[in-house]
């Protein structure tokens, strides 16, 4: 089959891999039909993940048509169209039963590598190294699904691909970003990053009663759909400074609720962001947390600091701003099978239609082009939809 | 001081999980051994490294201890004796637990790529390790504790042991999270050429035998199947560590 391949720092390529088995009684295979490009794929595309291996397939926000299921499940059946969830499930651990499905127990193969290196081992993700399973992407022509059960959901309702595929990903992370940071009515939320899971925190943060959100970028097509389908207030951070324009907007307090929708490539200003290049640069620390420093600056005491963006390692943060000002820090993967049923819910009765971030549609073909559009933000580059 | 790449750590992982019918026979485990189990766990938490090699003030900040394990590790002496223990919490009640771990075919996939363990009767197994020279690594174990739901220790009673000691130890944990489980585990490879053909060339690190041991025991226990990327599709070919 055809599928996108990691082959090192900026080399995403097309290959011909050997299409995906049943191998344990509850996978499934599913024969892809729209695929997307995350921005966590960047992280990837630009080398910062350790445990890629050449040839790696890539993607994580797939959905298609079950083409066969183990003897084992008991859900699907052939011909049932799904999408599926990056993270992969068992569905019987504590963490499962407890609606924790990112933190799952049983789903990561190499779950010794991931114990050294931050202790313990988070669940198996499609696509994204092999500290983190090793499980072959979905930015391809087929996919095997373990715990064919517990992930993937039934899409019966006719919508197209497009308005359902974000419950992948980054609908789901939007959302639980906006619940993470504990959003009381009246509250001012600050967003940083505009890029799609910024824009679905944003929805999200309405939904949950924001009374105000703020969001913060550089880009001039990110910012203006925060401004126009987001209905936000937007800050320029390469045209004004934005610990003093929040302040300003909040009488001093700062925003209540601030969500990291950036991570770990951040693109700092003055000397704070080159001072994290240099570091990361010379290997002295993992990240650029330069959101999550501003953010912790901004962020009004007692009030909680919400993590969806992806960061790798060793970071250098103002832990004791985060003590003195009292902060609530929450952040994690998805956990993606509590959010399906009732995102889903939200799309068939026209409540919203995540389709709004898509400005890119393809082939397969195309992906190692889109790859770096998408990482260079050209072309006003939001979302990258891939047909196989 | 260490350098190593994180590269060069990640194909070394994959070598040490690598299913033997796969195995490269060009892997370096000598190396391997020379830098220590830890090394592995300590370039993986020097994220980031891309393809540069990591020095020593690096290693300070966060492998500082991996390193100096592997050090104190060497400097213990060449016998290679060792005795590992660690802990995991499965969901499952501590009788149903240990009747499953007492059965010898259920031990022969717990202990995964590393050995085969065959019964010879209820209370007596057969280990041979894998790849080991001449098939000659192999020896009989005896339950010599049998206490259900509470612990249950094997220990060699013939035959060239690479592992002089097999304790499990069962007890509730807290809430509904089901059985605290610890499988400690001796390792003494034996002396003279064969203890050092072992230690060279077989492919053991006792941590990672003894996590990976009681991941599958879990995964098992729980869901019943072991995960795994056996057949993966990547652009090296079917399977993943190809």
Redesign the interface.
């Known amino acids: 089959m055809r599928a996108l391949t990691w082959h090192g720092e900026k080399d995403v390529r097309v290959d011909e891999v050997p299409k995906p088995e049943i191998v344990n009684p509850t996978d499934a295979i599913v024969e892809i039909t729209a695929t997307a490009i995350c921005g966590s794929d960047l992280h990837l595309y630009n080398g910062k993940m350790p445990s890629m291996r050449e040839g790696d397939v890539l993607g994580h926000e797939p959905m298609g048509e079950v083409v066969e299921v183990g003897s084992e499940v008991e859900t699907l059946e052939r011909g049932d169209r799904v999408v599926v969830p990056f993270t992969i499930s068992c569905g019987s651990c504590w963490f499962c039963e407890t609606e924790q499905y990112s933190l799952c127990d049983n789903s990561n193969p190499n779950a010794e590598m991931a114990r050294k290196m931050m202790g313990h081992s988070p669940a198996g993700l499609f696509g994204y190294s092999h500290m983190l399973g090793g499980y072959a992407g979905g930015q391809a022509e087929y996919l095997r699904v373990p715990y064919a059960d517990v992930g993937p959901i039934n899409v019966d309702s006719g919508l197209p691909d497009e308005q359902v595929l974000f419950l992948s990903d980054v609908f789901p992370t939007g959302y639980m970003a906006a619940e993470n940071a504990d959003i009381e009515e009246e509250d001012t939320v600050a967003v940083w990053g505009c890029g799609p899971v910024g824009q679905f925190a944003i929805q999200s943060a309405w939904m949950l009663g924001a009374g105000r959100v703020v969001a913060i970028d550089r880009v001039q097509e990110r910012l203006e759909m925060a401004r126009s389908h987001g209905d936000s207030e937007t800050i320029d951070y390469e045209n004004e400074d934005v610990y003093d324009r929040l302040m300003a907007m909040t009488g001093g307090r700062g925003p209540d609720r601030c969500i990291d929708a950036v991570g770990t490539e951040a693109h700092g200003t003055g000397l704070d962001g080159m001072s994290d290049r240099v570091k990361t640069g010379l290997k002295l620390q993992d990240d650029r947390p330069y959101v999550l420093r501003e953010a912790i600056k901004c962020c009004r005491k007692g009030g909680t600091l919400s993590v969806p963006g992806v960061y790798l390692g060793r970071t250098n943060i103002p832990f004791g701003s985060v003590m003195n000002k009292a902060l609530t820090v929450k952040t994690g993967q998805t956990h993606m099978q509590r959010y399906l049923d009732p995102l889903l819910e939200t799309i068939e009765d026209g409540e919203i239609d995540p389709s709004f971030i898509l400005t890119h549609r393809a082939d397969l073909e195309d992906g190692p082009d889109l790859y770096e559009t998408f990482n260079e933000k050209d072309d006003e580059c939001i979302k990258v939809m891939l047909t196989p | 001081m260490f350098s190593y790449s ?1 590269d060069t750590a ?1 194909d070394e ?2 070598d040490r ?1 690598r299913d033997p019918a796969l195995s490269r026979s060009d892997s370096d485990l000598s190396r391997w051994k020379r830098i220590g189990a ?1 090394a ?2 300590g ?8 393809r ?1 090699s ?1 020095g020593g003030a ?1 290693i300070a ?2 492998g500082g201890w ?1 390193a100096y394990r592997a050090v104190g590790a060497r400097s213990e002496g060449s016998t290679g004796a060792e005795t590992v223990a660690e802990s995991i ?1 499965i ?1 499952k009640p501590a009788d149903e637990l240990s009747e499953f771990a007492r059965d010898a075919a259920n031990l022969n996939r717990l202990v995964g790529p590393f050995a085969d363990v065959t019964a010879l009767e209820a209370d007596r197994h057969r280990w041979t390790v894998h790849e080991s020279p001449d098939q000659r690594l192999s020896w009989e174990t005896r339950l010599v504790e049998d206490r259900p739901g509470d612990r249950l220790r094997w220990e060699p009673a013939d035959g060239t042991a690479l592992i002089d000691g097999w304790s499990m130890s069962f007890r509730p944990a807290p809430g ?3 059985t605290e489980v610890t499988l400690e585990v001796g390792f003494a490879p034996p002396g003279g050429s064969l203890g050092t053909a072992v230690i060279e060339k077989l492919d053991v690190v006792p941590e ?1 035998l003894v ?2 041991v009681l ?1 599958r025991f ?2 098992l226990a ?17 399977g ?1 560590l190809l």
């Open positions: 994180l990640a992982w994959s999980t830890g592995v766990g370039a993986l938490v020097a994220f980031g490294l891309g540069r990591l690096a900040l966060v991996m919490t969901g509904d999270r089901g990672s996590g990976g991941d879990k995964s729980e869901t019943g199947e072991i995960p795994t990327t056996e057949g993966n599709p990547s652009a090296r070919g079917r993943d």
